[in-house]
């Protein structure tokens, strides 16, 4: 069935007021868009742990710099609720214009100290700041049960469990494994942007995440040949690195090396002509 499409937030008052009267649980999935099957696998798993599903759909302004992709991001509505409707999403909460999130008068920010730095946080200033208060503004405005996001974007996950847990929101954040094209590339809208040549030059950044993974089963623990195998994939295919660095899961504080037990990630950034691209995988725990 065709999702119902919200364009307000008086419309999301009135539609969550309802679901709170009748006991319904809800989950909420937050996209900018252009949908794929990461995205359809947030949906589908909210499907199994609530009774009804929401998404929002709004390329977030305030997540973008200056010199970012903001005007050019892929949209495509009409195809997008499509893509709710076949994983079974009941509502679409799809602001018409930025102002429906930032009215005039708006002011207000969150910021979250310690897990938005270094990274992302550093080579995108302000991007954490932007998805901090645009998923505080939705968890505040639809009040889910359950809300859904992607290991794809694992910086941005840690930000969001913890502002969930600072400001007392409640909500059950629920971090879905990335989902891959079948030759190892991390599902993104932005690989809309790749030519056939960069988008293969692209899959090196999987690549050089598993070479690290295999390093680390055959008992390499140093960051510097972990990291080092990622580069060297990157070096290898032409593309400039942007970041690559080894650190804990859950704090993400750089590491020396992957103690035993030790749960770690690896994340990478890097440029496949001129599209950003990140990924990231476990190592160990
Ligand atoms: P975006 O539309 O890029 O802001 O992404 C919306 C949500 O989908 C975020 O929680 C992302 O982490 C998640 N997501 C994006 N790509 C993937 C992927 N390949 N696998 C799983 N989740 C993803």
Redesign the pocket.
């Not at 999935?29 to 252009?34: D, E, I, K, L, N």
């Given at each position: 069935m065709a999702p119902v499409v919200l364009r307000t937030v008086a419309e999301v008052k009135a539609w969550t007021a309802g679901l709170r009267r009748e006991g319904r649980r809800l989950a909420l999935?937050?996209?900018?868009?252009?949908l794929?099957?990461?995205?359809l696998?947030?949906m589908r798993e909210g499907r199994g742990r609530a009774d009804v599903v929401a998404t929002s759909i709004f390329v977030n302004p305030t997540q973008f710099g200056p010199r970012e992709d903001l005007s050019r991001y892929p949209r495509d509505l009409s195809g997008d609720l499509a893509k709710c409707a076949s994983a079974g999403v009941d509502v679409v909460f799809a602001p018409e214009d930025p102002n429906v999130m930032y009215p005039p008068g708006y002011q207000t920010y969150v910021e979250v100290t310690e897990v938005s730095q270094g990274m992302c946080g550093e080579r995108r200033p302000g991007h954490f700041r932007g998805v901090a208060i645009i998923v505080t503004q939705l968890l505040c405005l639809f009040r889910p049960e359950v809300a859904?996001?992607?290991?794809?974007?694992y910086q941005?996950?840690q930000v969001i469990k913890a502002l969930n847990r600072d400001l007392h929101l409640g909500v059950d954040i629920v971090g879905?494994?990335?989902?891959?094209e079948p030759d190892g590339l991390?599902?993104?809208?932005r690989n809309a942007y790749l030519s056939p040549e960069e988008r293969q030059r692209a899959l090196s950044l999987s690549r050089g995440l598993k070479a690290a993974q295999t390093l680390l089963k055959e008992g390499t623990r140093e960051a510097s040949a972990l990291v080092g195998a990622v580069r060297r994939e990157l070096e290898a295919a032409g593309l400039r690195e942007d970041y690559v660095e080894l650190v804990d899961a859950e704090r993400l504080k750089p590491l020396a090396q992957v103690a035993p037990g030790q749960s770690a990630r690896l994340l990478v950034a890097a440029f496949s002509g001129t599209t950003r691209l990140i990924d990231n995988m476990p190592l160990g725990g």
């Open positions: 999935v937050p996209t900018m868009g252009y794929h099957d990461g995205h696998s947030l859904l996001f992607g290991e794809k974007d941005q996950l879905m494994p990335t989902v891959r991390a599902m993104s809208s």
